[in-house]
């Protein structure tokens, strides 16, 4: 069974760093592209970054660029979030998700297996 | 890197069909047919309704069914149920590995 068990997340002031982590089990984490999505509270979904399957290229939102990396570890199946400069505008529940496809750049498919989700609360 | 536009809310009888759309341009929705809808109940991650505009995954009801006209994407749930109540999302690939989300619609059933 595919699962994705998030970890990180909490509180934090404007500025600060935090990092989020995502351990998958149940499929062969190094054929899979993955990404972040996240949703402000009350608000939508937004596609946050993603990164190919060897993880030698990374792809992110305008809105996060320069403030975010996403890394891999394909040996502890992990994925990780490294958010830096956050804002308040930032707050959300942060979803880990698999992308069906090694590349991000995939016409097949849909986002199929998401994480529980963890909650990113940037205030003073 | 702007949002696809639903429609905030959309509401119909139990048995009735419903119709939400997603609108894109030529860039996103247009452009590929790598569109995607997702439910989502309160609290709880999104869930894969269909994929590729009209593919639904294995386990889904064929309640559910997707379409593409152009810019304009369609979820239809024929034969509404009470457990469909919920949050939708469509999703696009917009080119250069990067995807848009919806602004989301609340279904409601009377």
């Known amino acids: 069974e595919v699962q994705l068990l998030q970890s990180g997340g909490g509180v934090i002031q404007p500025g600060g760093s935090l990092r989020l982590s995502c351990e998958a089990f149940?499929?062969?984490?190094?054929?899979?592209?993955m990404s972040w999505v996240r949703q402000a509270p009350g608000r939508g979904l937004e596609w946050v970054a993603a990164?190919?399957?060897?993880?030698?290229?990374?792809y992110y939102a305008d809105s996060v660029k320069g403030r975010f990396t996403i890394s891999r570890d394909n040996f502890r199946n992990t994925l990780d979030l490294e958010m830096t400069g956050l804002r308040v505008d930032d707050t959300a529940v942060y979803y880990c998700v698999r992308v069906p496809c090694t590349s991000p750049s995939c016409y097949t498919g849909g986002f199929g297996f998401w994480g529980q989700g963890t909650l990113v609360s940037v205030s003073s | 890197q702007s949002g696809l536009t639903q429609p905030a809310s959309v509401s119909g009888s139990p048995g009735q069909p419903i119709t939400v759309s997603c609108n894109g341009t030529?860039?996103?929705?247009?452009?590929?047919?790598?569109v995607s809808w997702y439910q989502q109940h309160s609290g709880k991650a999104p869930k894969l309704l269909i994929y590729?505009?009209?593919k639904r995954p294995s386990g889904i009801s064929d309640r559910f069914s997707g379409s593409k006209s152009g810019s304009t994407a369609s979820l239809i749930i024929s034969g509404l149920q009470a457990e469909d109540e919920a949050d939708y999302y469509c999703?696009?690939?917009?080119?250069?590995?990067?995807?848009?989300f919806g602004s989301g619609t609340k279904v409601t059933v009377l």
């Open positions: 590729e505009v009209t």
């Open positions: 999703c696009s690939y917009a080119g250069g590995s990067l995807y848009l």
């Open positions: 149940g499929f062969r984490f190094r054929d899979y592209a």
């Open positions: 990164l190919r399957a060897t993880g030698d290229l990374a």
């Open positions: 030529s860039t996103d929705v247009g452009g590929y047919n790598v």
